[in-house]
């Protein structure tokens, strides 16, 4: 395992769990490896020169940054391997110019290091630079998940940035959340339940019907009044204005909703999508 951080933390301890031996883990930091390795019964090494020449596979989980310098370093060492990154946005061609085996080896989920995982629903998404990686990929996927696909870069690319919308920008909202709850002494908690059921809703129906609020009936009585309350925040506030702008632009592009309320009309009153009528004004 090349790499200690949140990933390579729990994908290093599931794989152990499933009876996979890892061999060696190498971090920057001797520290950060020796976490990991005492873990999963491992070697800990922090130098590129004492990376074993047995392994069958070696995984690279690293910041992108750094995956094309640490490459030819390790693929040096062990060059019969077959080697594969983790990344979503990285291309499996970073391995060409220096291993004859390769891969992609991308479970779509976010990780941290002290927080467990069950791997099982957890899609992976494999690509290889011949049938026999690709079949040991896939097997090796097998021994976490229950959905294991194939993906090639192009793919996993537009994959990853769903995901930095999904996950990440959702998440900097509850942030921005809680700083404003914050202010007030309010404790974040009140909002948990709101955020366990927008999250539920989008498993059983699409998140455009799903979609609430100000924004979707375009109810600018309160969207100026909200906006003013971020005054204080400029970025929050643009945050604010773009999110809005975006929400409603999206549900004008799929369905009847006015795109342009113009002043006096009433906005829809339930926050969906339908059509306005003569008897909504």
């Known amino acids: 395992m090349i790499g200690a951080g949140n990933l390579a933390t729990r994908l290093a301890c599931a794989l152990h769990e499933s009876g996979c031996s890892i061999i060696q883990v190498f971090s920057r930091t001797m520290?950060?490896?020796?976490?990991?390795?005492?873990?999963?019964?491992?070697?800990?090494?922090?130098?590129?020169?004492?990376?074993?020449?047995?392994?069958?596979?070696?995984?690279?989980?690293?910041?992108?940054?750094?995956?094309?310098?640490?490459?030819?370093l390790v693929a040096a060492r062990n060059p019969k391997a077959l080697m594969a990154h983790t990344a979503g946005s990285m291309p499996m061609r970073v391995f060409s110019p220096h291993a004859k085996r390769y891969g992609v080896f991308y479970p779509l989920q976010t990780f941290s290091k002290?927080?467990?995982?069950?791997?099982?629903?957890?899609?992976?998404?494999?690509?290889?630079?011949?049938?026999?990686?690709?079949?040991?990929?896939?097997?090796?996927?097998?021994?976490?998940?229950?959905?294991?696909?194939?993906?090639?870069?192009?793919?996993?690319?537009?994959?990853?940035?769903?995901?930095?919308?999904?996950?990440?920008?959702?998440?900097?909202?509850?942030?921005?959340?809680?700083?404003?709850?914050?202010?007030?002494?309010?404790p974040f908690e009140v909002l948990l339940p709101l955020i366990d059921e927008t999250a539920a809703k989008v498993h059983d129906m699409a998140p455009l019907k799903a979609q609430t609020g100000p924004a979707i009936r375009f109810d600018e009585n309160v969207i100026r009044a909200q906006e003013k309350l971020l005054e204080g925040s400029p970025i929050s506030q643009q945050v604010y204005r773009l999110m809005s702008e975006s929400i409603h632009r999206l549900a004008v592009e799929n369905t009847a909703v006015p795109s342009n309320p113009t002043p006096g009309e009433k906005p829809h009153d339930n926050g969906s999508t339908s059509t306005s009528t003569n008897s909504d004004k």
């Open 31 to 72: 520290r950060s490896a020796e976490l990991l390795a005492k873990q999963v019964e491992a070697q800990p090494i922090c130098n590129t020169e004492e990376v074993d020449n047995r392994a069958d596979v070696l995984f690279f989980a690293l910041a992108d940054k750094v995956l094309p310098d640490i490459i030819p």
């Open 114 to 186: 002290f927080r467990e995982v069950d791997f099982k629903p957890i899609p992976f998404f494999i690509e290889a630079s011949d049938g026999e990686g690709l079949s040991l990929l896939k097997t090796l996927a097998g021994l976490l998940s229950e959905k294991v696909y194939e993906a090639d870069s192009e793919q996993r690319k537009r994959l990853h940035l769903a995901a930095v919308f999904a996950n990440n920008f959702a998440n900097h909202c509850y942030a921005l959340s809680q700083q404003l709850l914050q202010q007030y002494d309010l």
